[in-house]
């Protein structure tokens, strides 16, 4: 699929990137944008991207500041599971 973006010469100007690279830069934004939302995971993530590791996955992650979603919720959970399995009460 092909999506034309009209940029002003003003704002392409300032972003001093070839079109390319402009066009790697919002399928970066896209891509982020959907793991963040949960619609896909790391795994996507590194297929879109061509990533030849996880590791350069999660650093690009950690860079778009795209965490997982981790919820005080989630943490009480994952703790009431520890102590099931430590068998402490």
Not at 35 to 64: C, H, P, Q
Not at 66 to 89: C, I, V
Request: charged share 35%; glycine share 4%.
């Amino acid at each position: 699929m092909y999506i034309t973006i009209e940029l002003p010469d003003e704002i392409s100007n300032q972003l001093e990137l070839q079109t390319a690279q402009i066009s790697r830069r919002i399928l970066e934004l896209i891509v982020a944008d959907y793991y963040r939302r949960g619609k896909i995971g790391a795994a996507e993530v590194g297929r879109m991207l061509n990533f030849s590791s996880r590791w350069e996955t999660y650093a690009f992650l950690k860079d778009e500041k795209a965490y997982l979603p981790y919820t005080e919720e989630d943490l009480e959970q994952d703790r009431q599971t520890l102590d099931r399995l430590l068998d402490r009460k």
